[in-house]
């Protein structure tokens, strides 16, 4: 290993912006300061034409304003922030933007007539009005030159020149050549304009159109060196049936790569999985938001696989999926886990009528599926309507998860209407399995059927706290294990056929009283001996098992 080799330095405002708007000006832009950057700027501007206007006068008294802003180089690092704050207001993009449009030699509506054209030479700049039609929203500036390798999207062929995609609009998929039209295949310049906007650090707004792709895209956060925000202003993405049954949108790091500390953001957009399609997987990632997003008619809407700092928020929908959160082990790891989830305001639902346009082995319609060690996943505020399962967790048989890890998670403040059970939490058939620790607190709950005679929620292993729910009945499944239970409930929500000496059940909330009364007979525990007594507004109820001769004290 080189000991003489030096960290790379963070790349400043104004470095930034050279890099995006003039990417073949300086390969090694970092050995330069702001300062000589900006003298580069001047030297490729200013070969565009010599004609003054009035926004060639703006763009010179810019740069005298520069060049004579200080009298000596002492303060060079003055001039390199007065670069940066006017990198970031916006002050440089728009100047230069007007510079070079107003000396644009060539003016084209589409991209396909400045590929035609045999007016360009080397070290001109071109402007189009739109990709395949004028005003399709894929208007940009190209900068031509004689060198390059073409991929008809950043890069364009025309003749034996090159045509270099600076300064666009706005970083669309349109520049890159997509229709939006609901029929052709957009998955190539939806690509493209992810991977521009990951290497020149720049945000990308879609146009609300119906954007079909025939393959997955890859959001690779690996490369990522500052933070993305994807806002589809009600964009669709529309899956075509050539994808089969795999994601949309796959948002991911390489396992052969450290996490990337940037953030991104997908927002407003719609994703449409034509009934065959799966939605959105994130795996092995840290540190994204998923706001006002709508997935519809997928297999699964979403899945988080090994990834950590996440939120699903701010309105997210997930309609007619049948699955519509699933948290699963990878493959690829040993270790598997989903950590500082919030899932929060949102809506997951799945009329029972949606069930017939899906061609699937699946018999179970689940919202929230837990299949792998999760720790601290927060579910709170969100409305679950009409599945079979509200939330599903750990039956995987083989879990590559540690024996006898806990899993953490809280549901908090959420509504179900229509569900056949809120929650399902069974043990694994093996050893080997996943230990939930939940909390269950304030929820309303309207099951399907009688409310009476609904078995709203199944338990048979882990610790929970169960409080403050409206309508709610609570079952032990048929073969308990280290089940610890701390509830309100009093006995008509509770049904306890299948309780053994590895269940625990702390009443908390009951009537004060120091009357001996049998509490409770069911066969197997065949007298319960209450003894309540204030202390410091603490409840201390003592539970005997006559067939196990043992003494349990729970608190609460």
């Keep these: 290993m080189d000991n003489d080799l030096k960290p790379i330095p963070p790349i400043r405002p104004f470095q ?310 699933v948290l699963q082990d990878s493959v690829e790891r040993t270790e598997n886990e989903v950590n500082t989830i919030r899932i929060g305001n949102i809506s997951i639902s799945m009329p029972q009528a949606q069930k017939s346009n899906y061609d699937t082995e699946l018999t179970t319609t689940i919202a929230i599926k837990y299949d792998t060690l999760v720790n601290t996943v927060k579910l709170e505020g969100t409305v679950i309507e009409h599945y079979d399962i509200a939330l599903d967790g750990f039956t995987l048989a083989n879990s590559p998860v540690s024996a006898g890890r806990e899993s953490i998670f809280s549901i908090d403040k959420c509504y179900f209407e229509g569900i056949g059970k809120v929650f399902e939490f069974k043990k694994q058939a093996s050893n080997n399995y996943i230990r939930p620790n939940v909390t269950f607190t304030n929820n309303r709950i309207f099951p399907i059927g009688n409310v009476n005679s609904a078995k709203i929620g199944e338990l048979e292993s882990g610790r929970w706290y169960i409080t403050g729910n409206q309508n709610f009945i609570l079952k032990i499944g048929s073969s308990p294990a280290n089940l610890e239970i701390t509830t309100d409930l009093d006995d008509t929500y509770l049904d306890l056929a299948n309780i053994n000496d590895q269940t625990y059940i702390n009443k908390i909330g009951l009537p004060r009283t120091t009357r001996d009364d049998e509490y409770l007979s069911d066969g197997y525990i065949s007298r319960r001996r209450l003894t309540a007594i204030q202390n410091n507004n603490l409840m201390y109820h003592r539970f005997y098992n006559q067939s196990k001769s043992r003494n349990i004290e729970l608190k609460n």
């Design 16 to 325: 930034r912006f050279v890099v995006q708007n003039f990417p073949f000006i300086e390969k090694d832009f970092q050995d330069l300061d702001s300062y000589g950057l900006w003298c580069k700027v001047i030297e490729y501007v200013k070969i565009i034409s010599n004609s003054q206007n009035e926004v060639i006068d703006k763009f010179n008294a810019l740069n005298d304003y520069i060049e004579n802003y200080f009298e000596n180089l002492d303060v060079q690092e003055e001039i390199n922030n007065k670069l940066d704050e006017m990198a970031e207001d916006g002050t440089l993009q728009e100047i230069i933007a007007e510079y070079i449009q107003a000396n644009v030699a060539w003016t084209f509506d589409t991209v396909a007539e400045m590929k035609s054209s045999t007016n360009l030479i080397n070290g001109s700049y071109a402007q189009t009005l739109g990709y395949h039609t004028k005003n399709d929203g894929g208007s940009a500036i190209y900068y031509i030159d004689n060198s390059g390798v073409a991929d008809e999207k950043e890069v364009i062929a025309v003749g034996e020149l090159f045509a270099h995609l600076i300064l666009p609009a706005n970083l669309s998929p349109e520049v890159f050549g997509a229709y939006g039209d609901g029929v052709h295949d957009d998955y190539s310049a939806i690509s493209s304009l992810i991977n521009y906007s990951i290497e020149h650090r720049n945000n990308i707004e879609m146009n609300k159109k119906i954007y079909k792709v025939g393959s997955t895209i890859i959001i690779d956060k690996s490369s990522m060196s500052v933070n993305l925000i994807i806002n589809g202003n009600g964009a669709t993405i529309l899956a075509d049936n050539a994808i089969s049954t795999d994601y949309i949108f796959r948002l991911k790091t390489s396992y052969s790569a450290s996490y990337s500390q940037e953030d991104i953001v997908i927002k407003n957009l719609v994703i449409d999985g034509n009934y065959i399609n799966k939605g959105i997987d994130i795996e092995h990632t840290n540190m994204w938001t998923l706001q006002n997003v709508f997935i519809k008619d997928c297999l699964y809407g979403i899945r988080l696989c090994n990834t950590y700092y996440g939120n699903i928020d701010d309105s997210c929908r997930i309609t007619n999926c049948w699955y519509g959160i």
